[in-house]
């Protein structure tokens, strides 16, 4: 990716601090007041390893994402009434479940023939069609996929830079940028539309969305100059994150044409990460005095600290919800949860109470 040595720099601080999420070396505390617990919480189970992570959900409340198997490897699971499934067949090493329909599509990466390849499963671990990316590239990597089959992720058009790729039966289409180098598109909804994020003409990275081909920037908070849209619903919404100008990087919505803060939990920092066709959107916050980052949910216009939904004996036990990842229309959650006694990361599924 070629970019101005200004933003260069600016990029590389952000997704430093974006990635700083994903590390806890220490407990996170909570604050003390507790609100009423809105949902159940259920640690979802491994396939013998001793890591997991979630990374999208079905409307039919199926999660996706990776798990570690007993030979200390990755591979793509996806938990259907909360038992695991595991999707990743022996021939392909570290794989990982990125997105799914509630027709049995689940789309993702493998480690295949020694290179990073997107995956089509076809409801199992062993039907499944390789991803491959445009002519002369070498990698694919695939993010989601709609009611109808459609894949979207992102394929090298040559080695070492990729663009936003559209898969139509296994067939690749070069979504193009806005006038840069490269692009990738993360989300698509059963419309047909896709968001994402490219590179524009100047160097600079903007959120971005493709209909029918036609891709449009999406710009950034004001003062900001990077953006990234993670997430799309049903109504063309979509969600992720922008900065404001400095390394203050915020959680952020496109809808109606507007460019919405969502603010954080005091802190400088948070991500959404997904959001629902009813508007709720999920992801991670920082506090003004937090080292690291809190699950998070915004409704309403409203932010809420998901610690503070849960039962407090879920705290008592150690869990600490670190960043929410899914949700659906009925209002599950899934995300990933660090226990502060054990030092594991784990799979949590937040069901709403009655």
């Known amino acids: 990716m070629h970019l101005s040595p200004a933003f260069a720099s600016r990029v590389a601080a952000v997704r430093l601090l974006l990635g700083a999420s994903t590390v806890c070396l220490a407990a996170l505390a909570v604050t003390p007041a507790q609100a009423a617990a809105a949902y159940t919480f259920t640690i979802l189970p491994t396939l013998g390893g001793d890591f997991e992570r979630a990374t999208s959900m079905a409307q039919n409340g199926w999660v996706a994402g990776a798990s570690g198997n007993p030979s200390g490897f990755s591979n793509a699971t996806v938990w259907q009434q909360k038992l695991a499934v595991d999707f990743g067949p022996d021939e392909l090493r570290n794989s990982a479940a990125n997105g799914l329909n509630e027709t049995g599509d689940v789309v993702g990466y ?53 663009h936003a790729t559209l898969w139509r039966n296994a067939a690749p289409l070069d979504l193009g ?3 840069g180098e490269e692009s990738e598109a993360t989300a698509i909804n059963d419309a047909g539309v896709v968001a994402g994020w490219a590179i524009t003409a100047d160097g600079y990275q903007h959120a971005a969305r493709w209909i029918n081909g036609v891709v449009t920037d999406m710009g950034t908070l004001p003062g900001g100059q990077f953006s990234e849209a993670y997430a799309l619903n049903e109504n063309g919404e979509m969600a992720g994150v922008s900065d404001l100008g400095a390394i203050n990087v915020h959680a952020t919505l496109w809808s109606g044409g507007s460019v919405i803060d969502l603010g954080t939990l005091g802190g400088s920092i948070s991500q959404a990460k997904a959001l629902n066709n009813l508007g709720t959107v999920v992801g991670w916050a920082y506090t003004a005095s937090e080292r690291y980052p809190h699950a998070t949910i915004w409704t309403n216009g409203q932010i809420a600290d998901l610690n503070q939904l849960v039962e407090p004996a879920v705290l008592a036990l150690g869990w600490r919800l670190r960043q929410a990842m899914a949700v659906n229309d009925a209002g599950l959650i899934a995300g990933e949860s660090y226990n502060v006694f054990t030092g594991l990361t784990k799979v949590f599924l937040l069901t709403p109470k009655p």
């Open 110 to 162: 493998g480690e295949y023939n020694a290179q990073t390849t997107g995956i089509w499963w076809h409801g199992s671990a062993d039907n499944y069609t390789v991803l491959p990316p445009l002519p002369t590239g070498r990698i694919s990597y695939a993010a989601d996929v709609n009611a109808g089959g459609e894949v979207v992720g992102r394929a090298e058009y040559t080695p070492g830079r990729s």
């Open 177 to 179: 940028t806005l006038g």
